[in-house]
């Protein structure tokens, strides 16, 4: 079946730094999903995205946070600076139907050191 | 404030019994409820999916059954085999939502 892929599947950065989450996402998928489960439990909205702009934001996707998906390539997470709070498993997902449908990556799990 | 509660948190059945996830949720605007499943390591993936105007939606051994009245309703996972111990998620979005919730999940064990 259609597939999202998430690179890479681990990163360990020291709190501070810049991280960038890349997303491959299905390709005729026209909506695109953040989403950062702690300790496998509840999945968090952070951020959808549709035709180059944010479409809503939750109260977790801080101002460090940021996403874009530049010429249809990588949808990507940016983090500027993180924090020690940021650790977790971060999960893409997208869709050809708005919120109905994702298809989640396999996740990216983030270490803050 | 919690949109989508599930219970139990965790739920271990044998072999062959039968599986009952519980959710409920806030918004009575909330209109389409989809249900996935998450192995460890992998993402989640939608297992099944039922919308308010519906009060049963079945498919293959998964069941949901929907109260919309008591803002509530269960998946049930009938002759459970063990290759469908996963984590289960309820969700739910609406109209005029821009944010599909998701629950807690529930850790599912079927013991052989």
């Known amino acids: 079946g259609p597939k999202v892929l998430q690179i890479p599947s681990h990163q360990i950065i020291d709190m501070g730094q810049m991280v960038t989450l890349n997303c491959d996402p299905v390709s005729n998928h026209l909506y695109f999903y953040w989403y950062k489960q702690i300790l496998g439990q509840q999945m968090e909205f952070l951020v959808n995205f549709y035709n180059g702009k944010v479409m809503e934001k939750s109260k977790l996707f801080k101002d460090q946070f940021s996403v874009e998906r530049p010429d249809g390539s990588y949808f990507t997470l940016k983090i500027q600076p993180t924090a020690l709070e940021d650790s977790a498993v971060y999960f893409c997902?997208?869709?050809?139907?708005?919120?109905?449908?994702?298809?989640f990556g396999h996740g990216t799990k983030l270490s803050v050191l | 404030q919690q949109q989508v509660r599930q219970s139990p948190q965790s739920l271990t059945v044998w072999e062959g019994e039968t599986a009952i996830l519980n959710c409920s949720y806030e918004?009575?605007?909330?209109?389409?409820f989809p249900w996935y499943q998450q192995f460890p390591g992998e993402g989640p993936a939608l297992l099944i999916a039922?919308?308010?105007?519906?009060d049963k939606k079945e498919d293959g051994g998964f069941t949901i059954f929907f109260n919309k009245r008591e803002k509530n309703l269960s998946l049930h996972i009938k002759d459970s085999q063990p290759g469908d111990s996963a984590t289960y998620f309820c969700a739910a979005s609406g109209p005029n939502y821009n944010v599909l919730y998701f629950g807690s999940g529930t850790k599912l064990t079927v013991e052989p």
């Open positions: 918004n009575s605007a909330f209109d389409y």
């Open positions: 997902a997208s869709s050809l139907v708005f919120n109905e449908r994702l298809f």
């Open positions: 039922i919308r308010s105007v519906s």
